[in-house]
């Protein structure tokens, strides 16, 4: 049998989330700009969305920048700022056809007013739609999640809304911005780097973590297949003995 048909004839993971790493180091190899890495992986990031969909996965969680990467070179940083917009003119067609809603994950206040409104925009118009949802994680950090969320918390406790022992793992869920996101399942990085980088950390608690050598404009549906078949081998316990169903 075929890699995609065994693939498609096995459970397939239905919240895929990816660490888009490499883009620079894949231009620097060609000699070019690394803000020309970003262009071919934001290319990528379309396509393997489409494959994603194609192949029935329901959410694709994707770390486009991070609360860290205000860090970077201002050329840089100012061309990623680009991305949703350019997103947004060169894909809409292709979304509408494939049901993609798409939704922001991150803080939003340290945006452009423009950037803020496109976001919004970008939001609104594909709320309704039921196909796969395309969450792309913008000025996104795991701490600062779940700083927020535990400052959401504590102010509904210091104004007597919930109790104590109310607060557990439902709650605390209810306040991240995946609350309406099925569980992860697996959570891929590209580029051979072994490490979170602050991504999805309560989210992946129980999620499968594969890791490739490929740079990001380089991970193709081929790359995603035999991530997905590497997941489908694995036993997933949940801490218990057998397989939870
Ligand atoms: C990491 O590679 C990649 C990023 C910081 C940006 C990734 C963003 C995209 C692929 C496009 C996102 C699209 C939208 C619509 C926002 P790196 O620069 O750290 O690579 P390196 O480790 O090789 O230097």
């Given at each position: 049998m075929?890699?995609?048909?065994?693939?498609?004839?096995?459970?397939?993971?239905?919240?895929?989330?990816?660490?888009?790493d490499?883009n620079?180091?894949?231009?620097k190899k060609?000699?070019?700009p690394?803000?020309?890495?970003?262009k071919?992986?934001?290319?990528n990031?379309?396509?393997t969305?489409?494959?994603c969909?194609?192949l029935?996965i329901?959410?694709?969680?994707?770390?486009?920048?991070?609360?860290e990467?205000?860090?970077r070179?201002?050329?840089?940083?100012?061309?990623?700022m680009?991305?949703?917009?350019?997103?947004?003119?060169?894909?809409?067609?292709?979304?509408?056809?494939?049901d993609?809603k798409?939704?922001?994950?991150g803080?939003?206040d340290?945006?452009s007013?423009?950037?803020?409104?496109l976001?919004?925009k970008?939001e609104?118009?594909?709320?309704?739609?039921s196909g796969?949802?395309?969450n792309i994680?913008?000025?996104?950090?795991?701490?600062?999640?779940?700083?927020?969320a535990?400052?959401?918390?504590?102010?509904l406790?210091?104004n007597d809304r919930i109790?104590l022992d109310?607060?557990?793992?439902?709650l605390f869920?209810?306040?991240?911005?995946?609350?309406?996101?099925?569980?992860?399942?697996?959570?891929i990085r590209?580029?051979?780097?072994l490490r979170?980088?602050?991504f999805l950390?309560?989210?992946?608690?129980?999620?499968?973590?594969y890791?490739t050598?490929?740079?990001?404009?380089?991970f193709n549906?081929?790359?995603l297949?035999?991530?997905?078949?590497?997941?489908?081998?694995?036993?997933?316990t949940?801490?218990g003995?057998?397989?939870?169903?």
């Open positions: 075929n890699l995609e048909k065994r693939v498609l004839s096995n459970r397939i993971p239905c919240h895929i989330a990816i660490i888009l490499g620079g180091r894949w231009a060609r000699k070019l690394r803000t020309f890495g970003h071919v992986g934001a290319d990031l379309k396509k969305t489409i494959n969909s194609k029935g329901k959410v694709l969680s994707v770390y486009a920048f991070s609360t990467n205000w860090n070179p201002k050329e840089e940083v100012d061309y990623l680009k991305l949703p917009l350019e997103l947004e003119k060169s894909f809409k067609g292709n979304f509408k056809k494939h993609i798409v939704m922001f994950s803080r939003r340290r945006f007013k423009e950037n803020i409104e976001l919004s970008i609104e118009k594909t709320k309704e739609r796969l949802i395309l994680c913008f000025d996104y950090g795991s701490y600062t999640e779940m700083l927020t535990t400052k959401e918390i504590c102010d406790y210091k109790k109310d607060i557990n793992e439902e869920s209810s306040h991240l911005y995946t609350k309406d996101l099925p569980k992860l399942d697996l959570l590209t580029s051979g780097e979170i980088s602050n950390l309560w989210q992946l608690a129980y999620s499968e973590l890791f050598k490929k740079l990001w404009p380089e549906n081929k790359q297949l035999v991530a997905i078949d590497n997941y489908q081998k694995r036993n997933r949940y801490g003995l057998k397989e939870k169903k």
